[in-house]
């Protein structure tokens, strides 16, 4: 199997980057669609090209939505797609770019995830229930995270990308070790690996400090590692070192309703203890003492479900049997897991 490592074209980071946004597109992208919710156009009209044309993004990455983006791409004349916000529009603009058959820029604006460096987007239905992921055969052209911006946002927006975050080394590892291809439909590479475990270190080094800054108003050099570990070493991590136990938990849990409140890395923070309890890892303390001190689930109660029946568990279990636990590498059954779900969450 050959390795193979992607990830965007190019990755910028910085106070105030939205304001250079022009001077990093003008090379590749001369008359912009840009894709934004009412409040991301205000906040980079002034930074776009005079040539950019403005679409209001509808607040559901959908087929019917992207279809109606791709006429209005089409009726505009623009080169490129610009999206800017959270994550259902940034898949929104990677659709949009796609179909239409030019380059995408992503500006998020929050930290809550590893999805803007990927060439994936999420597609749902018009009422929001997740429907399929899509695979793109080029990533992004340029990523651009502005810090001021994204440390505006809500604290646990941070926290919970960390909690994606955490997945990314322990499921590389395993893939690396079970042989199961990443997201390119290959093998991780070294890089990959080192990068994912750098992701690892930043989190444990720099998350609780960053969560202080962020509170208390003062984004500094802990909040600029960890918004680099979020999207970028989180982001290329996963889609080049593969993903195992921990996702295999957050999409078993979405099957309980009781846990839709809660976000994606959330769930998948808990779902990294169930994968290091399964493997006896030597990592589950530190890990479990970073979730606490941070705030990330560590128990039954913290997902919404302070006393789950052995119906609800069992569910779960077999969900994430059936997921991508098998890219494990040992043999997981729903007993094993169900076992750790409890020693975890009780
Ligand atoms: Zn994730």
């Keep these: ?21 022009n001077q990093y597109t003008e090379r590749w992208s001369k008359k912009p669609l840009v894709l934004a919710t009412a409040n991301g156009r205000k906040r980079v009209e002034q930074y776009v090209s005079s040539a950019a044309v403005h679409a209001l993004f509808g607040g559901e990455c959908s087929e019917e939505e992207v279809e109606r983006l791709v006429g209005v791409f089409r009726a505009s004349g623009c080169d490129s797609v610009l999206g800017i916000g959270g994550g259902k529009c940034l898949d929104a603009a990677k659709a949009v770019a796609f179909r239409a058959g030019v380059p995408v820029g992503i500006v998020p604006t929050s930290a809550a995830t590893d999805a803007p460096c990927s060439a994936v987007s999420i597609m749902y239905s018009p009422d929001g229930v997740m429907e399929r ?5 080029e990533s992004p052209r340029m990523v651009l995270v502005d810090t ?27 893939c690396a070790a079970s042989g199961a291809v990443n997201e390119f439909g290959g093998g991780p590479s070294a890089s990959c690996l080192a990068l994912a475990k750098l992701c690892y270190e930043i989190l444990i080094t720099d998350g609780p400090a960053a969560k202080a800054e962020a509170e208390g108003g ?18 290329v991590g996963f889609e080049s070192g593969g993903i195992a136990g921990s996702h295999a938990v957050h999409n078993a849990l979405t099957a309980l309703p009781q846990t839709h409140h809660l976000y994606h890395g959330e769930k998948v923070a808990f779902g990294v203890q169930v994968q290091l309890t399964l493997e006896g890892a030597s990592e589950y303390d530190t890990v479990r003492s970073f979730c606490k001190q941070v705030g990330l689930p560590t128990s039954f109660a913290d997902l919404g479900l302070p006393n789950p029946t052995q119906e609800q568990l069992r569910l779960v279990a077999e969900k994430t049997a059936a997921d991508t636990m098998q890219n494990m590498p040992f043999p997981v059954t729903a007993d094993m897991i169900y076992d750790a779900l409890v020693k975890v969450g009780a």
Excluded at 1 to 21: F, V
Excluded at 133 to 137: A, D, H, K, Q, T
Excluded at 157 to 164: H, I, K, P
């Design 218 to 235: 003062q984004p500094g050099a802990a909040v600029e590692r960890i918004i680099e570990a979020n999207t970028y070493l989180s982001g």
């Design 148 to 174: 001021a911006v994204v440390s505006r946002a809500p604290v646990r927006l941070l926290v919970s990308g960390m909690g994606d975050a955490l997945a990314t080394y322990f499921e590389a590892r395993a």
């Design 1 to 21: 199997m050959d390795l193979i490592m992607g990830g965007p074209g190019r990755y910028i980071q910085g106070p105030g980057a939205l304001s250079r946004l």
């Design 133 to 137: 992921v899509v695979r793109y055969p």
